[in-house]
C-alpha cells in the first residue's frame, strides 16, 4: 500500500510541478518579449500606451491555433479582436454587438472580418447529435447553419470535408448576420469604407482563403433586412 501511495505522490508533485512551470514560462515569456521589444525600439511600448487605431476588427474561434495577430502578420495595436467558439455573430449576443458598435462607430475599422478555420472543434460538435453540455445551446445557431445547406452537405460523404464545407458555409451566414445589424447598416448609410468579409484559416498550411463574400452595403441582404429611415406604424 506504501509503495503505491508514494507513487501516487510522486505523480502529484510532477503533475503539480508542470503547472507551476507552465504558468511562470508565461510570465518568463512576457519578460523575454518586452525585451525584445525594448531592443527593437525603446519607446515602443511608450507609443503603443498612446492609442490605437485598427483598421481591421477581427471576429475569430477561440481556438488557441488561430491568433489574429500572427496568422495576418500584424502587431499589436492593427487589429482589434473578439473570439469565440466557431466565430459565430449572433444578433442577441450583447458581448459581439458592443465590440462590433465600438469597432466601427468609435475605431471606425474599415474592414469587419469573420474568420473561420479548417478543422473546427465547434463546426464538427454541430454535426452531431451528441450533448456536450451548456454550449449545446451556443452550437445550436452553427446546427441553423446545416438546416439551411443540407441539401449540400448530406451529400458530401467525407465527414472531414462535410465539415469543412460546413465551416465555410457557417463563415458566410455569419458574415451576412453582421451586414444585418444596425451597426452595420447605419454605419454603411455615413460612410463607404467598411467591408465586411468572410476568411478561413487552413491550419494545415497556415494561408487564409478569401471566401469572396465581402460586402460593402446592404442591397444584397433581402428586402426585410435592408434597413431604411421611413418610419411604418406597428399595428
Same mark, same amino acid.
Given at each position: 500500500?506504501n509503495?503505491e @501511495?508514494?507513487? =501516487?505522490?510522486?505523480t502529484?508533485?510532477?503533475s503539480? !510541478?508542470s503547472q507551476?512551470?507552465?504558468?511562470?514560462?508565461?510570465?518568463?515569456?512576457n519578460?523575454e518579449?518586452?525585451? #525584445?521589444? !525594448?531592443?527593437?525600439? /525603446?519607446e515602443y511600448?511608450? =507609443?503603443? %500606451?498612446?492609442?490605437?487605431? /485598427?483598421?481591421?476588427?477581427?471576429i475569430?474561434? %477561440?481556438?488557441?491555433r488561430? /491568433? %489574429? +495577430?500572427?496568422?495576418?502578420? =500584424?502587431n /499589436?495595436?492593427e487589429?482589434?479582436?473578439?473570439?469565440?467558439i466557431?466565430?459565430?455573430?449572433v444578433?442577441t449576443d450583447? +458581448?459581439?454587438?458592443?465590440?462590433?458598435?465600438? %469597432?466601427?462607430?468609435?475605431?471606425?475599422?474599415?474592414?469587419?472580418?469573420v474568420?473561420?478555420?479548417?478543422?473546427?472543434?465547434?463546426?464538427?460538435a454541430a454535426?452531431?447529435?451528441?450533448?456536450?453540455g451548456?454550449?449545446?445551446?451556443? !452550437?445550436?445557431?452553427?446546427?441553423d447553419?446545416y438546416r439551411?445547406?443540407a441539401?449540400?452537405l448530406?451529400?458530401? #460523404?467525407?465527414?472531414?470535408?462535410?465539415?469543412?464545407r460546413l465551416?465555410?458555409?457557417?463563415?458566410?451566414?455569419?458574415?451576412?448576420?453582421?451586414?444585418?445589424t =444596425?451597426?452595420i447598416?447605419?454605419?454603411?448609410?455615413?460612410r463607404?469604407?467598411?467591408?465586411?468579409?468572410?476568411?478561413?484559416v487552413?491550419?494545415n498550411?497556415g494561408l487564409? @482563403?478569401?471566401l469572396?463574400v465581402?460586402?460593402?452595403d446592404?442591397? #444584397?441582404?433581402?428586402?426585410?433586412y435592408?434597413?431604411?429611415?421611413?418610419?411604418?406604424?406597428?399595428h
Open positions: 500500500m509503495n @501511495k508514494n507513487k =501516487t505522490d510522486i502529484v508533485s510532477k503539480a !510541478l507551476k512551470e507552465s504558468y511562470a514560462a508565461l510570465l518568463s515569456g519578460r518579449w518586452v525585451d #525584445s521589444k !525594448l531592443k527593437e525600439d /525603446p511600448f511608450k =507609443t503603443l %500606451a498612446k492609442g490605437q487605431s /485598427p483598421e481591421v476588427l477581427w475569430g474561434c %477561440a481556438d488557441s488561430v /491568433p %489574429a +495577430n500572427q496568422v495576418t502578420g =500584424t /499589436p495595436g487589429v482589434f479582436v473578439h473570439r469565440n466557431a466565430n459565430v455573430c444578433h450583447m +458581448n459581439m454587438l458592443s465590440v462590433l458598435d465600438y %469597432a466601427v462607430n468609435v475605431l471606425k475599422v474599415k474592414h469587419v472580418i474568420a473561420g478555420h479548417y478543422g473546427c472543434g465547434g463546426v464538427a454535426l452531431t447529435n451528441k450533448q456536450f451548456l454550449i449545446d445551446n451556443w !452550437l445550436r445557431h452553427i446546427k447553419v439551411m445547406h441539401h449540400e448530406d451529400r458530401i #460523404s467525407d465527414q472531414e470535408a462535410k465539415v469543412n465551416v465555410e458555409l457557417n463563415v458566410i451566414e455569419q458574415s451576412y448576420n453582421l451586414c444585418k =444596425t451597426i447598416q447605419n454605419a454603411w448609410k455615413e463607404s469604407d467598411l467591408e465586411v468579409h468572410g476568411w478561413i487552413d491550419i498550411t487564409i @482563403k478569401d469572396k465581402s460586402n460593402n446592404s442591397h #444584397s441582404l433581402g428586402y426585410v435592408e434597413f431604411n429611415d421611413d418610419e411604418v406604424a406597428v
